[in-house]
């Protein structure tokens, strides 16, 4: 697989993250082709990288044995309807980044051709820690999915889905995950600040916190639960924190949060592919 050619379409910050990853974990430069309209973009990467590069998404898909979409999702129909004949000829697995977009819709718009997969990561990909949700059409045999994953698994954890529509909770859950934790960081740092620690102090305090507890949780064997239940001693600090958080409905707000994120998920999937 790491001699194999890949192609990206689209030289933005996800195609960026998975082809440092990519070289990081051994394939050649000389085997990554990325297609981009702009030049300065098509530059960086060059230089970055020493991969190929090229203002023709055609040139890509003739080279490449599997193509990366990594195009926002409002171009994505320009982009597939321009590369459908080539795509068709050549045969790559086709991989979209794009949310929300579903494969029959890209399908379609390839003119019949369905050797896709659909994925779903976040933006910790950035910094190689990404999570990423992936579904195949039923014509992508195992080789191929391993071929996907493999592209994936360069900057993070995958997981596959079996039913496309439960990418709408990946996207809910670990797609906008990243801003929910964000969000609590943001309103610890806050209240210690306002408690008098230096905001300095109050973001190092959280952000090691945040990364201490993300560790602890990968690297035991036991459930967030039982890791809360640890730290929560009778009459102690911890446990009066956590009764404000439970009186105050944190879970339920919690869940409606990830629910809404789903349903907006969905209606964004039903728009996307429109005529």
Do not use: C
């Not at 050649?28 to 309209?37: H, K, L, T």
């Amino acid at each position: 697989m790491k001699q194999q050619k890949l192609g990206f379409i689209g030289a933005g910050n996800m195609a960026g993250s998975l082809i440092a990853g990519l070289i990081a974990d051994g394939y050649a430069p000389a085997n990554i082709w990325v297609s981009d309209p702009n030049q300065d973009k098509r530059e960086q990467f060059s230089a970055s990288f020493g991969i190929h590069t090229t203002p023709d998404n055609n040139e890509v898909v003739n080279q490449a044995r599997l193509v990366v979409l990594a195009v926002k999702p409002q171009v994505l129909r320009y982009t597939a309807q321009e590369i459908a004949a080539a795509i068709r000829q050549s045969q790559p697995l086709a991989v979209s980044l794009a949310a929300g977009v579903a494969i029959a819709d890209i399908t379609r718009w390839l003119d019949g051709y369905s050797s896709i997969v659909r994925s779903m990561p976040n933006t910790p990909a950035l910094v190689k820690s990404g999570a990423t949700g992936l579904y195949a059409h039923a014509s992508v045999g195992f080789e191929q999915r391993n071929q996907a994953e493999s592209v994936l698994r360069a900057v993070g954890l995958t997981v596959w889905v079996e039913n496309e529509s439960l990418l709408d909770v990946v996207t809910a859950l670990s797609g906008s995950g990243p801003a929910y934790f964000f969000l609590f960081m943001e309103a610890m740092e806050t209240a210690a600040v306002q408690l008098g620690l230096a905001p300095q102090t109050a973001r190092i305090l959280t952000q090691q916190t945040a990364l201490g507890a993300s560790r602890l949780a990968i690297e035991s064997d036991e459930a967030p639960a039982q890791l809360r239940e640890k730290v929560t001693s009778p009459g102690g600090t911890t446990e009066q924190a956590i009764r404000v958080f439970e009186e105050s409905g944190l879970r339920a707000t919690v869940e409606a949060a990830i629910r809404a994120a789903q349903q907006k998920a969905v209606e964004l999937s039903q728009g996307a592919g429109v005529e």
